[in-house]
């Protein structure tokens, strides 16, 4: 079975619906064709600050909204970042082996960091790709599913393990990005223009999954569309209905060409209501299962410590591999 490896950060509290159709959905999917290892990224979430008692909740809530959206431990390898000491130790050789102008050029460490005032950026936030790179590689990975926003991330992968194995000797796999062209991008509700995204959106055009239902609806409600009146499939002339269209396509599974059909000679009101009420049956029973999941800690830290030792098997011998191959001698 080819290899997948994902990670999604416990910084938000509720995952929003960009991660999930952009990322979280295929996850899910991918466990039953391929060996797949998905993980709480909570070393990268303290590239900004982070208060850590929130942080330990967000981390056990992140891994409960994996499982409430399909995990299944026997069918995947899901663990929490910083309990595989690995990522941190293969993070450095792999920072020694980047260019400080190939790690500027990352443009989201460029977006991030003009948000936060180019002071207050930490050198964590800058080498953040660079750990992202040690997190794929530990585990030889065939493939990573993620939004299109990480593209520019898996092509530095690609070229450290590249330049890695020329010095070194054949050492890693080089992965290919897993994007789907349909949702690789979810776009903000308000501003379509933009992605959504925690950071950047305002509350009103981003639809966290743990939000109150009714809120969910009322925010696809008052999305923002165009002028015009005709549901059509068209994201540069109506970025607005096609993020729509795109949203309800992949959650009822109909396709966009049949949604179409069926909102020929209707409003906008008609899409949004409907869209209104699958984004509503989706979250309610998500909502349900992760709160039951929070409820029983000590299941979730089990399973998560299991995790943790089924993964640090495969990285502790990819480590061992690199730190022989980088010359480091070995502790007696
Ligand atoms: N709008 C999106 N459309 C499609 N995919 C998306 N992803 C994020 N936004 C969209 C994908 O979600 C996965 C997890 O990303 P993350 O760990 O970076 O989560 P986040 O920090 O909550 O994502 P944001 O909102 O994008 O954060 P900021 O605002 O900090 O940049 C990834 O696979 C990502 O591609």
């Known amino acids: ?27 899910v999917a991918l466990q039953e064709t391929h060996d797949a290892f998905y993980m709480v ?33 026997e069918r995947c390898t899901l663990f929490v970042q910083s309990h595989v000491p690995e990522h941190a130790q293969l993070g450095w050789v792999m920072n020694c082996l980047t260019g400080f102008g190939e790690a500027s050029r990352m443009t989201q460490f460029k977006d991030k960091s003009a948000r936060q005032g180019a002071d207050r950026a930490t050198v964590g936030l800058f080498t953040y790709p660079v ?22 991330h898996i092509e530095l992968t690609r070229d450290l393990a590249e330049r890695f194995n020329t010095r070194f000797g054949p050492t890693f796999t080089l992965p290919a990005p897993y994007i789907l062209k349909e949702t690789g991008k979810i776009y903000d509700l308000q501003d379509p223009q933009i992605k959504m995204s925690k950071s950047a ?18 925010k696809v409600r008052s999305a923002v569309t165009d002028t015009d009146t005709v549901i059509r499939f068209d994201p540069v002339e ?7 269209l795109t949203i309800q396509s992949t959650l009822t599974g109909t396709s966009v060409a049949e949604l179409e059909q069926r909102y020929e000679g209707k409003g906008y009101g008609a899409l949004k209501s409907d869209l209104a009420e ?3 049956d989706f979250v309610t029973p998500f909502r349900s299962r992760t709160q039951e999941l929070l409820d029983d800690p ?8 299991k995790g943790a030792e089924k993964a640090r098997a495969v990285a502790a011998e990819t ?14």
């Open 1 to 27: 079975r080819p290899r997948v490896l994902s990670g999604i950060q416990p910084t938000s509290g509720s995952f929003h619906l960009g991660n999930y159709l952009g990322a979280v959905r295929q996850w």
């Open 41 to 73: 990224v909570d070393l990268h979430a303290i590239t900004i600050p982070q208060d850590p008692a929130e942080l330990r909740a967000n981390t056990r809530l992140a891994a409960a909204q994996l499982l409430a959206a399909g995990l299944a431990p």
């Open 131 to 152: 750990l992202q790179v040690a997190d794929i590689l530990l585990y030889q990975a065939d493939q990573v599913p993620v939004g299109e926003d990480q593209r520019q």
């Open 201 to 218: 959106s305002t509350p009103k055009g981003l639809v966290n999954l743990l939000d109150e239902p009714k809120v969910t609806a009322k």
């Open 238 to 244: 109506k970025p607005g209905v096609s993020n729509l």
């Open 278 to 280: 699958a984004m509503v």
């Open 298 to 305: 000590e299941t979730l830290d089990s399973l998560l410590a």
């Open 319 to 332: 480590l061992a591999e690199t730190y022989d191959r980088v010359g480091f001698l070995p502790a007696k």
